[in-house]
């Protein structure tokens, strides 16, 4: 069966420092990835998908950015957080279309100070 | 045209009673249309879904109605039970999930004793 992990579950980091969040997914070859964004008590918004090894696209301009380095691992990355980076990110996968079932992981719950 | 609009914001419903859930959307190239349901500290987890074939589809206790002429759907949950207090998120994609999903803002279902 299929699984996927994210860490860390809860960081809290400096208001200029990095950021690298992980995502691996477990059970699946070639799954498209996503990263979402979720502030308290808010939807869900589309940060980056790939489709593929070193394929990215990102959906908002930000100070973020994602890289896929191998087939099963999603990273994303900021060289310095703003305070409004807080929230809650989830990663996800789907296989076939961009657009079918998504399965998301547990979350990384960020707070920036 | 992108949009999916849904409705309540929060909802507060008796333990037994029926919990009814709204979307709207504007773009009629929309053909998958996916609920999901999310526990405070969780990724979200698809609960039921829906192509504009059908007007009904039945899992369980939770329901999915389709109006393609009026571009809605809804998610019904009969015998509300305190377990299903969780958030709720409708979506949409289209061609053939080749495009990538579309998500509601959520509505926050509480159930009562």
């Known amino acids: 069966s299929q699984t996927i992990h994210q860490w860390p579950a809860t960081l809290v980091q400096p208001v200029g420092s990095p950021l690298s969040l992980e995502c691996t997914v477990e059970?699946?070859?070639?799954?498209?990835l996503y990263w979402y964004r979720q502030a308290a008590g808010r939807g869900l918004q589309l940060l980056f998908y790939s489709v593929g090894i070193g394929q990215i696209s990102s959906e908002v301009p930000q100070n973020l950015s994602a890289s896929r380095p191998q087939d099963r691992q999603f990273i994303l990355s900021s060289k310095k957080l703003l305070l409004s980076d807080s929230g809650f990110y989830l990663c996800?996968?789907?296989?076939w279309g961009i657009g079918e079932t998504q399965y998301f992981g547990p979350g990384t719950r960020l707070l920036v100070l | 045209q992108q949009q999916v609009k849904q409705s309540p914001q929060s909802l507060i419903v008796q333990k037994g009673g029926i919990s009814i859930i709204n979307c709207a959307y504007e773009n009629t190239a929309f053909d998958y249309f996916p609920w999901y349901q999310q526990f405070p500290g969780k990724g979200p987890a698809l609960l039921i879904a829906i192509r504009p074939d059908v007007s009904e589809k039945k899992e369980g206790r939770f329901t999915i109605s389709f109006n393609k002429s009026a571009k809605q759907f809804s998610l019904h949950i009969m015998d509300s039970q305190p377990g299903d207090s969780a958030t709720y998120f409708c979506?949409?994609?289209?061609?053939?999930?080749?495009?990538?999903?579309?998500f509601g803002t959520g509505t926050r279902l509480t159930i009562i004793p």
């Open positions: 979506a949409a994609s289209k061609n053939f999930g080749n495009e990538k999903l579309t």
């Open positions: 059970g699946t070859s070639n799954p498209n």
């Open positions: 996800a996968w789907s296989t």
